[in-house]
């Protein structure tokens, strides 16, 4: 901890949370198992990133592709959702973090959607961390639903097609609200995105680690952003360029 840079720190950190299921496997567990051990990581983590002044932390928790999981895995998925919800909320709103779901949340169980809903309204006017949870997520789902979205403004009159920028597809992500993540974290050893944030990581530092999710802690996090702040971040320009900056 001491060796971070208060100055350099993301504003936004990333993490598509891997490896459950084999590191369940490896305790001669069900899969299910892992799910519930690796709600563990998620407050060691969400209490680091408040700890170390991190203001947005995305994790990934549930893919659309995820639905294609054996059906018990599924529900007992959702029944971990929820009931994670219930037990984590009065502590989220006791340390003034406000929750946020993103993903194509209609495809939930009545009971997950209402359990999201009144842990987003608990914590509305919270100014601490904004945690942000992809569920039922899928970048290629969201950026879909944005060019719908901006076909209908077009359709409507409300905009006008020389008028679509980067900026116009922002505003109709499901991110809007949020800066892009700087950093993007994935456990478990794999080395790919995922489908994960696609427009969003575009500049964002990737970071991977062998840690499974479920032995994923503050020093992880912390070892994670020390590499951060050992890059360089250029956005296209040159060294010199940011140096005389």
């Known amino acids: 901890m001491e060796n971070l840079d208060p100055n350099k720190l993301p504003k936004h950190i990333a993490i598509i949370m891997d490896g459950n299921g084999r590191w369940a496997q490896e305790q001669g567990q069900d899969r ?3 799910h519930y051990e690796g709600v563990i990581s998620v407050r060691k983590v969400v209490e680091a990133a ?8 995305t994790l990934y928790a549930f893919s659309t592709e995820n639905w294609d999981r054996p059906e018990p895995e599924v529900n ?17 709103h006791k340390n003034n973090i406000q929750l946020h779901f993103i993903g194509n949340l209609a495809l939930l169980p009545e009971d997950a959607q209402k359990a999201l809903e ?12 904004n945690l942000i949870i992809a569920l039922s997520y899928s970048s290629r789902w969201e950026l879909t639903e944005a060019a719908k979205k901006i076909a209908l403004q077009v359709q409507s009159g409300q905009l006008t097609i020389d008028k679509i920028n980067e900026a116009t597809l922002s505003k109709n992500l499901t991110t809007s609200d949020f800066p892009d993540p ?25 970071y991977f680690t062998n840690t499974l999710w479920p032995d994923f802690r503050k020093k992880d996090l912390v070892e ?16 010199q360029q940011i140096k005389s900056h």
């Not at 974290?185 to 427009?199: A, D, M, P, V, W």
């Not at 952003?225 to 060294?239: A, I, M, N």
């Open 32 to 34: 299910l198992f892992g």
């Open 118 to 129: 009144a842990g987003m309204q608990q914590t509305a006017q919270n100014t601490g961390l």
């Open 224 to 239: 994670a952003l020390l590499d951060y702040q050992s890059r360089e971040r250029r956005f296209g320009k040159t060294t």
């Open 182 to 206: 700087e950093l993007m974290i994935r456990t478990s050893g794999e080395y790919r995105i995922s489908n994960f944030l696609l427009y969003q990581l575009a500049y964002a530092e990737l």
């Open 76 to 92: 007992g998925l959702m029944s971990l959702f929820v009931d994670t919800i219930a037990k984590e909320v009065p502590d989220l």
């Open 50 to 57: 408040t700890e170390i002044g991190i203001q947005y932390l």
